[in-house]
């Protein structure tokens, strides 16, 4: 992949702290491995000209421009399609290349606008945005289900497409059970904290330490917990004997499962609940999570790079039984690798100029 950036480099290399050991942004680093560098810049001919040369003979192009925004440097869908045909070319903007287009697309304006703050954060107080560009990431996640929709559309027609998606469509998809319940049930959601409108528990409980993330999404479920819990009896209990009464009756029955769960550890809950099946587990902090997840197998940290220019990277989290994913190229240096991609598209011309004759 050819990451295209202009003379003052992406942004995020810039979004500190925390910063590697050798001074890059971990921010940079975490969504920018196995991508080559190419410090171009548009209001140079020169450089337009390799960029547009670069859009003629690319699989995918993928812009994030205000809409429309590409139009005068002649890299828009149009203009690179007509010398193209068969490029997947997708957009991806904050609020769509409608009415939307002039507005920025900032994550966490996309947080606040679609209704997600106003579901984050304690009932009585104030709006909480999430903890990662959850949107941002979304819109990355659909645009690359739409390109590989497409790219297997152009295998079976030899047709290209235009793509676009945006942060705050994404959000209405993203939201899903919390949209839907305004779409289709006229409910508008709120704050609940950490509760689930439509589940309990499904929550943070205390116990006689920390507190346990506890789930009984089903009366199985939930009749186990009672039987761990030494209470049997109350899964028998008409004001909870199925998940809609436990929603309803969730502040009568909270008390009686806290008054239990208060009398161990976490710990000890979490290994008897797992055991028999009752989703359960404590509230880590990352290192925790990361040091988890080694513990389970999942080998989330790999070596991205070769030699002394590896660096510690996040594993892709698909596991490919006949391809597995390569993480060859660290974080590029900005610019690092323009000589190459230059050489790269002469050659290219080269060739054409031949075979041509």
């Not at 028999?276 to 989330?300: C, D, F, H, W």
């Amino acid at each position: 992949m050819i990451k295209v950036e202009g003379p003052g480099g992406d942004d995020t290399r810039t979004w500190v702290p925390p910063v590697r050991p050798d001074g890059v942004s971990t921010y940079y680093a975490s969504i920018n491995r196995n991508k080559k560098s190419i410090v171009l810049n548009f209001k140079d001919d020169d450089d337009l000209r390799t960029a547009q040369d670069l859009a003629a003979r690319a699989d995918v192009v993928i812009e994030n421009f205000k809409p429309g925004g590409l139009r005068k440097f002649g890299l828009d869908y149009e203009s690179v399609a007509a010398r193209n045909p068969a490029v997947v070319y997708s957009s991806i903007s904050g609020f769509g290349s409608a009415e939307g287009a002039h507005l920025p697309g900032y994550d966490l304006i996309v947080q606040a606008m679609s209704g997600l703050m106003s579901l984050t954060g304690d009932p009585d107080g104030s709006p909480y945005r999430a903890g990662i560009s959850v949107f941002d990431v979304m819109a990355g996640l659909h645009s690359t289900i739409g390109i590989l929709a497409a790219l297997r559309h152009r295998d079976a027609t030899g047709e290209g497409q235009h793509l676009e998606a945006s942060l705050m469509a994404s959000a209405m998809s993203g939201l899903v059970n919390q949209t839907m319940a305004y779409v289709g049930g006229g409910v508008t959601p709120f704050r609940m904290g950490n509760a689930h409108p439509s589940l309990f528990p499904y929550e943070p409980l205390p116990t006689a330490d920390d507190q346990l993330i506890v789930t009984a999404g089903n009366n199985a479920q939930f009749r186990k917990l009672c039987e761990v819990l030494g209470i049997p009896e109350v899964a028998d209990d008409p004001r909870f004997a199925e998940n809609g009464d436990r929603t309803a009756n969730r502040e009568e029955l909270r008390p009686i499962l806290v008054e239990r769960l208060r009398t161990r550890p976490a710990e000890h809950w979490f290994e008897r609940l797992n055991a028999v099946g009752v989703p359960s587990g404590p509230i880590n902090t990352i290192a925790q999570g990361v040091e988890y997840a080694r513990k389970l197998g999942l080998e989330p940290v790999v070596r991205v790079g070769e030699g002394d220019d590896a660096i510690p990277g996040v594993r892709h989290p698909v596991t490919y039984s006949a391809t597995p994913p390569r993480y060859e190229l660290p974080p590029p240096r900005l610019g690092e690798h323009t000589e190459e991609v230059r050489a790269w598209l002469a050659r290219s011309d080269d060739a054409a100029t031949t075979g041509a004759r």
